[in-house]
């Protein structure tokens, strides 16, 4: 029977894959799948996504995101391209421009990744590397399962993309030199979208194109590949050629700026080597689960045990040579170097998703080293035959086995930020009568709890409701220059989006205010909570003798500043962080053009 099953999964090789793409990702769809038919209005980083995309073919995006460049936190750059908003749209059409269609758009990206990685690798690998590939592919899945698979952050979208970048690294260095443009193409994606993995890129592209160059230039078998590789240079950083050529200082010079003058402290070396220490771990996230912070200690039993299993690999390496794998060593080497530089240059506060990259060179070394050890064990090649097919059918096991855990994890999960998502829903719904179809509205907003992203979630949601609302030009970035307002004078009327208790009552009461909307999304067990710990913290902050941080407390994005920004106790910040997690209640106010601003 498992002869049969492996006999027609090797003639049906791409059928294989795409099945063990299904089982590997299949937490993911689980996740995926038990929020098909949920209302979701998204707000936050989850609501970037979309205003990007909205804005595809009307206003196509010439750079990314909005990013923490720059040293004006009113006037905010962007992530360096837009390759995330194409590679997302064509899902998102096909459903109709929905915002869960965002969501599906999000796994369809992610699956591409997996499957393109799997294929290359059976490609020029074999079916062996495949498998082992499969197993820590899945146990990296069901450790991000199932948030990460339901935020379409950008944070996010490149991960798997980079798996697959290392691979095709790998192939070109084995001689598939038409591999080099897509390699150019995916690892251009990877850095357009998230900053940190600018230097892994370009610090394998450079030298690769090197390499190639030198090493067939009597042949001339480079031109061809480096020709298309110029073509997608082109392609793909024409969009943000054209933005810097715009007025203004321009988003790629921003950048530079940025990140070779820091406007902090870059944490150096042993920071860099004890934040990798706990990833490159085999008690580490990638098998446990996301939640360890970089500057966390490290389980260094973990480490150890990563580090005996690679050197086993590198041994096992040493005696048989095989060239297919030490050409993938070398791009695993040569990528952790310069990660670890990398992670040295980070600077600001240090979060885990900044060096997330480092999951999939951890598994890979895995991979190579378990590659390694069975080209030693089954070294004799009838011993080979008589263990291919058994250890198939355990590794298959395995990962159906882990995939299976995962899913069970992953069902019944809730999209992020579901109590914005009803704030913003039910706000529209209420609002919409009230204003004109052919007018503008100026949408401001005082938030203590979202970090704005209920705002810029507003905006999203009002438009898909047929209204226009635009920003001051200090969220243009957030939410795309041309929904920005540089004179309000060029509005109909004002509208701010007020969130908590006593920031609306204190709203409610100016002469020039009209109430439009309100709506608590907390259900009667959370707002019962959510006083109960209002009173507590404001005795706790009493007793702090900081009479002031409870005022701070109601101020626009207080609840971070309360945690982030003042010399607040462990106690005090569990507190206030539930309380922030429960969210509060919202109303939306009318004024007229050139009315004060609140508070």
Same mark, same amino acid.
């Given at each position: 029977m498992i002869?049969r099953?492996?006999?027609?999964?090797?003639?049906h090789?791409?059928v294989?894959?795409?099945?063990?793409?299904?089982?590997v990702?299949? &937490?993911a769809?689980?996740?995926?799948?038990?929020?098909?038919f +949920?209302?979701?209005?998204?707000?936050?980083d989850?609501s970037?996504?979309?205003l990007?995309?909205?804005? @595809?073919?009307?206003?196509p995006?010439?750079?990314?995101v909005?990013?923490?460049?720059?040293? *004006?936190i009113?006037?905010q750059?962007?992530?360096p391209?837009p390759?995330?908003a194409?590679?997302?749209y064509?899902v998102?059409?096909?459903?109709?421009?929905? =915002?869960i269609s965002?969501?599906?758009?999000?796994?369809?990206?992610?699956?591409? $990744?997996?499957?393109a990685t799997?294929?290359?690798?059976?490609?020029?690998? $074999?079916w062996?590397?495949?498998?082992i590939?499969? %197993?820590?592919?899945a146990v @990296?899945v069901r =450790?991000?399962? &199932?948030g990460?698979?339901?935020?379409?952050?950008n944070t996010?979208?490149?991960?798997?993309?980079?798996?697959l970048?290392l691979v095709?690294?790998?192939?070109?260095?084995?001689?598939?030199?038409?591999?080099l443009?897509?390699?150019v193409a +995916?690892?251009y994606?990877?850095?357009q979208?998230?900053?940190s993995?600018v230097p892994?890129?370009a610090?394998a592209?450079?030298?690769?194109? +090197?390499? %190639?160059?030198?090493?067939?230039r009597?042949s001339?078998?480079?031109?061809?590949?480096?020709v298309?590789?110029?073509?997608?240079t082109?392609?793909?950083?024409?969009?943000?050629?054209?933005?810097?050529?715009?007025?203004?200082?321009g988003?790629?010079?921003?950048?530079?700026?940025?990140f070779?003058?820091?406007?902090?402290e870059?944490?150096?070396l042993?920071?860099?080597?004890?934040a990798?220490?706990?990833?490159?771990?085999?008690a580490?996230?990638?098998?446990? $689960?996301?939640?360890?912070?970089?500057?966390?200690?490290?389980?260094?039993?973990g480490?150890?045990a990563?580090v005996v299993?690679?050197?086993?690999g590198?041994a096992?390496w040493?005696?048989?040579? *095989?060239?297919?794998?030490?050409r993938?060593?070398?791009v695993?080497?040569w990528?952790?170097l310069?990660?670890?530089y990398?992670?040295?240059r980070?600077?600001g506060t240090?979060?885990d998703?900044v060096?997330?990259?480092?999951w999939?060179?951890?598994?890979?070394? @895995?991979?190579?080293?378990?590659?390694?050890v069975t080209?030693?064990?089954?070294?004799? =090649?009838e011993?080979?035959?008589? !263990?291919?097919?058994?250890g198939?059918?355990?590794? $298959?096991a395995t990962?159906?086995?882990?995939a299976?855990?995962? =899913?069970?994890?992953?069902?019944?999960?809730?999209?992020?930020?579901?109590?914005?998502?009803?704030l913003?829903?039910?706000l529209?719904?209420?609002?919409a &009568?009230?204003?004109?179809p052919?007018?503008v509205y %100026?949408l401001?907003?005082?938030d203590?709890?979202?970090?704005g992203?209920?705002?810029f979630?507003?905006?999203?949601?009002?438009e898909?409701?047929g *209204?226009?609302?635009?920003?001051d030009?200090?969220?243009k970035?957030?939410v795309r220059?041309?929904r920005s307002?540089?004179?309000?004078?060029?509005?109909?009327?004002?509208?701010?989006f007020?969130?908590?208790?006593?920031n609306?009552e204190?709203?409610?009461?100016?002469?020039d205010?009209?109430?439009?909307?309100?709506?608590d999304?907390?259900?009667?067990?959370e707002?019962?909570? !959510?006083?109960d710990?209002?009173?507590r913290?404001?005795?706790r902050?009493?007793?702090?003798?900081?009479?002031?941080?409870?005022?701070?407390?109601?101020?626009q994005?207080?609840?971070?500043?309360?945690v982030?920004?003042v010399? !607040?106790?462990?106690?005090?910040?569990?507190?206030?962080?539930?309380?922030?997690?429960?969210?509060?209640p919202?109303?939306?106010?009318?004024?007229?053009v050139?009315?004060?601003?609140?508070?």
């Amino acid at each position: 029977m498992i002869t049969r099953l492996r006999n027609w999964a090797l003639g049906h090789p791409f059928v294989t894959l795409v099945a063990m793409t299904a089982i590997v990702m299949l &937490p993911a769809i689980v996740a995926v799948a038990s929020n098909l038919f +949920v209302d979701w209005h998204p707000t936050g980083d989850m609501s970037l996504a979309e205003l990007m995309m909205r804005g @595809i073919p009307e206003h196509p995006p010439l750079v990314g995101v909005a990013a923490r460049v720059g040293r *004006d936190i009113n006037d905010q750059g962007y992530k360096p391209g837009p390759s995330m908003a194409y590679a997302l749209y064509p899902v998102y059409l096909a459903m109709f421009r929905s =915002s869960i269609s965002v969501i599906v758009s999000t796994l369809v990206v992610h699956m591409a $990744g997996v499957l393109a990685t799997l294929f290359f690798v059976r490609r020029w690998f $074999g079916w062996r590397v495949t498998a082992i590939t499969a %197993l820590v592919m899945a146990v @990296i899945v069901r =450790s991000l399962a &199932p948030g990460f698979f339901l935020e379409p952050w950008n944070t996010w979208i490149p991960v798997f993309a980079y798996t697959l970048f290392l691979v095709l690294v790998a192939g070109v260095l084995l001689g598939h030199h038409r591999a080099l443009p897509l390699a150019v193409a +995916v690892g251009y994606h990877c850095l357009q979208t998230h900053i940190s993995y600018v230097p892994l890129v370009a610090g394998a592209l450079v030298p690769l194109v +090197v390499w %190639l160059v030198w090493t067939t230039r009597r042949s001339g078998t480079w031109r061809r590949p480096v020709v298309w590789s110029a073509g997608v240079t082109f392609a793909m950083w024409l969009p943000p050629v054209i933005e810097q050529l715009q007025p203004g200082p321009g988003n790629l010079r921003r950048v530079w700026e940025h990140f070779t003058n820091p406007p902090d402290e870059t944490v150096g070396l042993r920071a860099a080597f004890r934040a990798l220490a706990g990833e490159f771990n085999l008690a580490g996230p990638f098998a446990t $689960g996301p939640g360890r912070d970089p500057t966390d200690d490290p389980r260094w039993w973990g480490f150890v045990a990563f580090v005996v299993v690679v050197l086993a690999g590198l041994a096992a390496w040493r005696r048989h040579r *095989d060239r297919q794998l030490g050409r993938l060593y070398v791009v695993l080497g040569w990528s952790t170097l310069i990660g670890l530089y990398a992670t040295s240059r980070v600077f600001g506060t240090f979060y885990d998703y900044v060096i997330r990259w480092s999951w999939l060179l951890a598994v890979f070394w @895995i991979v190579a080293s378990l590659w390694s050890v069975t080209i030693t064990l089954a070294g004799d =090649s009838e011993l080979r035959h008589r !263990s291919t097919s058994i250890g198939g059918a355990v590794l $298959g096991a395995t990962v159906l086995g882990v995939a299976l855990a995962g =899913s069970a994890a992953s069902a019944g999960a809730d999209l992020p930020y579901r109590s914005d998502s009803r704030l913003v829903a039910n706000l529209g719904a209420q609002l919409a &009568p009230s204003l004109g179809p052919d007018s503008v509205y %100026l949408l401001r907003w005082h938030d203590p709890a979202s970090l704005g992203g209920t705002g810029f979630g507003f905006v999203l949601e009002m438009e898909k409701r047929g *209204d226009t609302l635009k920003v001051d030009p200090w969220a243009k970035a957030t939410v795309r220059p041309y929904r920005s307002m540089s004179d309000e004078r060029d509005a109909d009327a004002v509208l701010w989006f007020v969130v908590g208790s006593e920031n609306i009552e204190r709203f409610s009461l100016r002469d020039d205010a009209e109430m439009l909307a309100e709506y608590d999304p907390r259900s009667a067990d959370e707002r019962a909570e !959510s006083n109960d710990l209002r009173l507590r913290i404001e005795e706790r902050i009493r007793e702090l003798g900081h009479p002031e941080w409870i005022t701070l407390l109601d101020s626009q994005y207080g609840h971070t500043q309360v945690v982030y920004n003042v010399e !607040s106790p462990s106690d005090l910040d569990v507190l206030v962080n539930r309380y922030n997690e429960i969210r509060l209640p919202g109303a939306v106010f009318r004024v007229p053009v050139g009315a004060p601003l609140y508070p």
